[in-house]
Nanobody
Framework: QVQLVESGGGLVQPGGSLRLSCAAS????????MSWYRQAPGKERELVAT????????DYADSVKGRFTISRDNAKNTLYLQMISLKPEDTAVYYC???????????WGQGTQVTVSS
């Protein structure tokens, strides 16, 4: 059974850090384009960061460049999002996404809440 399970969210003060994890099962994320999305209350889901299957390139939304880093551990079949210098506007539910460009298959995790507040 294919699953993506996010963890690591929580409440953090402005300027703080968090590391999100996304554990994949039922498939190998090494062959997928892996991304993090987020959705704030009343807003559309937006792409935060993407890592290609080769892991040689990563793309980020302008709002998180220089603060967020996407990475993957293929041996652990896990995707990460390191977030530093967090801002209140980073508050959202963060979702992990796996996309196979050749098969046009994608999977979503259930999301993890990140709240940045003093």
């Amino acid at each position: 059974q294919v699953q993506l399970v996010e963890s690591g969210g929580g409440l953090v003060q402005p300027g703080g850090s968090l590391r999100l994890s996304c554990a994949a099962s039922g498939f190998s994320l090494s062959t997928y384009t892996m991304s993090w999305y987020r959705q704030a209350p009343g807003k559309e889901r937006e792409l935060v960061a993407t890592s290609t299957s080769s892991s040689r390139t990563a793309d980020y939304a302008d709002s998180v460049k220089g603060r967020f880093t996407i990475s993957r551990d293929n041996a652990k079949n896990t995707l990460y999002l390191q977030m530093i210098s967090l801002k209140p506007e980073d508050t959202a539910v963060y979702y992990c996404n796996a996309f196979d460009r050749s098969l046009l298959i994608q999977y979503w995790g259930q999301g993890t809440q990140v709240t940045v507040s003093s």
